[in-house]
């Protein structure tokens, strides 16, 4: 079990559906640490390299137009092996296939795309970096120095 900080964020729809409260919880609940975040409106250029990895994918426009379509909020997210816990609280890309118990089985609403269709982008309300080298690269990207704090949150001394 490894101290990692990763990279998470409501994306536009998941702010448009007033969820950001909602989504944030799930990640503190589960006994994660936020340790940045903010909310702001990604340009193209940020979002090409936000998404650098699909840059060849058929969908890499339509994905850029949705990440830049309104505000986004931002966060660094620390606790142990947090990279793969926020992955599992996120759920699998697809909201229809994403089990209930995850952020995009529970909140993917039927009467919005969710499901990854092609020549669709899915709208499944939250990202979160898939690797050590992505949640480093993404953390870099989107916060300073400065904007990562370092705390204890009331309930770490509780661990015997
Ligand atoms: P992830 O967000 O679960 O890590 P990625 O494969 O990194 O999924 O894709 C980034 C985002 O691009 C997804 O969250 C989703 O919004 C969108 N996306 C991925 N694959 C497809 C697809 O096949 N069709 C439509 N949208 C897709
Ligand atoms: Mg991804």
């Not at 729809?13 to 950001?20: A, C, F």
């Not at 994660?32 to 193209?44: H, N, R, Y």
């Not at 992505?134 to 300073?144: C, G, H, M, Q, V």
Request: proline content about 4%; some cysteine.
């Amino acid at each position: 079990m490894a101290i990692e900080k990763t990279f998470v964020a409501v994306k536009p729809d998941g702010v448009r559906r007033g969820l950001i409260g909602e989504i944030i919880k799930r990640f503190e609940q589960r006994g994660l640490k936020i340790v940045g975040m903010k909310m702001l409106w990604a340009d193209e250029e940020f979002a090409s390299e936000h998404y650098f990895e699909h840059k060849e994918k058929p969908f890499f426009g339509r994905l850029k137009e949705h990440i830049t379509s309104g505000p986004v909020v931002a966060m660094a997210v620390e606790g142990a092996d947090s990279i793969s816990v926020t992955r599992k609280i996120v759920g699998p890309t697809g909201g229809d296939v994403a089990p209930l118990g995850t952020i995009r089985g529970d909140l993917g609403h039927m009467g919005i795309k969710h499901a990854c269709e092609k020549g669709k982008i899915c709208l499944n309300l939250v990202h979160a970096s898939d690797c050590k080298e992505n949640a480093e690269r993404e953390i870099k990207l989107w916060f300073k120095p400065e904007e990562l704090h370092t705390y204890k949150r009331a309930d770490e001394d509780e661990v015997m």
